[in-house]
């Protein structure tokens, strides 16, 4: 697995390189075939009298799927690690019960006879609270009629959301936008 490391307002020094690499080099025993994981350490100075770190870690496995973790609340670098892997741990189970779920073994569709060692035990709470965030609450039907993406950064104004889904006038494909926590905008497009 190849483990990248890039900062922004943090000095990344010998010591915070190998703490980081240490850990999230454990990774690839709880998934086998982790391609590579690429970590982002920078500060929070949105509040001026309390910047924190940010921790982004995401991980692509070699059969395509990315997983995505953030932290925002710890005070320091090292804690913001520790916290967005725990993070990502959760994220490894939820995804590995989702085979499970759909009547593939991690065995047959991931690992290929590879023994993973277990992840570390959730509480029942925590279990509970996992199976309820695993669930539509809601479903949404968008009459898609072609805006194009001005409109569409209109409208999640308008409708005070974080993202809205349009179909988009110019290229004629579903596309996402959303609000990021800079205040600027994203755009998610489909891939050919």
Request: hydrophobic fraction near 35%.
């Amino acid at each position: 697995m190849e483990v990248t490391i890039e900062t922004r307002n943090v000095e990344l020094t010998p010591h915070l390189e190998d703490y980081v690499e240490k850990k999230v080099g454990k990774l690839d025993r709880y998934l086998p075939d982790i391609e590579e994981a690429f970590i982002e350490l920078s500060t929070d100075h949105r509040k001026q009298t309390n910047a924190r770190p940010v921790a982004q870690l995401t991980i692509r496995h070699r059969r395509g799927p990315i997983l995505r973790a953030e932290d925002k609340k710890q005070k320091d670098v090292y804690a913001a690690v520790d916290s967005v892997l725990d993070k990502m741990y959760r994220q490894i189970r939820s995804f590995k019960g989702k085979r499970r779920r759909r009547g593939l073994s991690a065995e047959e569709e991931w690992f290929r006879g590879a023994e993973p060692l277990p992840l570390p035990a959730l509480s029942e709470q925590e279990e509970e609270e996992l199976e309820a965030k695993m669930e539509i609450v809601r479903r949404k039907h968008i009459p898609l009629t072609p805006i194009d993406e001005i409109e569409a950064m209109e409208r999640i104004e308008e409708l005070d959301h974080d993202f809205y889904m349009f179909l988009n006038a110019a290229t004629g494909k579903i596309n996402v936008i959303y609000r990021r926590e800079e205040g600027n905008y994203g755009l998610l497009e489909p891939a050919e």
